[in-house]
């Protein structure tokens, strides 16, 4: 089984009143991600949807403008992409879809062998999440088409550094 990681396709993030948009690159990024859907579920794998959800006072907010604070339509997936009854939703407050998170338990349950991550912002959230899954020895796969960030020279570095440094497949 191989397991489809979205990471932070939310409203808070991909819509330009968003309160920490990652503007114009976030859109380009919609639709291929809908084509990744599409393949993984005519071949029966699983989609997991990593959803950033903070608590109004989370310490995170020390250094990024307050998002995705739960149970706020900022916090919810964008409109875009459809979310069926059999995907799996992962809540996280940290970089990390691993860190505090019962995704490692989610993935061995569904027998998943590889991981291919999209979505935002391919130097924090993408990045340590194939830190954390290469840790735990999963092959992890990143569709380059299907990432971005705010930051262009930061998510050319990290898309780099998945490649050289954790091992990961850059499709
Ligand atoms: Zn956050």
Do not use: W
Request: glycine content about 6%; proline content about 2%; some cysteine.
């Amino acid at each position: 089984m191989k397991a489809l990681l979205i990471i932070d396709m939310l409203r808070d993030f991909i819509y330009e009143d968003g309160a920490l948009t990652v503007g114009q690159v976030g859109k380009a990024i919609i639709e291929p991600i809908k084509a990744k859907i599409e393949k993984f579920r005519e071949e029966g794998n699983q989609i997991f949807y990593i959803c950033d959800n903070h608590a109004k006072d989370d310490r995170e907010f020390d250094m990024f403008h307050p998002h995705c604070i739960a149970d706020t339509p900022g916090a919810k997936i964008i409109d875009e992409l459809e979310v069926r009854k059999e995907d799996k939703i992962i809540k996280k407050r940290r970089y990390s879809a691993f860190f505090g998170t019962d995704l490692d338990l989610n993935l061995r349950e569904k027998d998943v062998e590889e991981l291919y991550l999209v979505g935002v912002c391919t130097n924090i959230c993408v990045l340590y999440t194939a830190a954390d899954a290469r840790n735990l020895n999963y092959p992890v796969a990143i569709y380059k088409d299907c990432v971005a960030s705010f930051d262009n020279e930061a998510h050319e570095f990290a898309l780099k550094e998945a490649g050289t440094t954790l091992g990961c497949t850059i499709l």
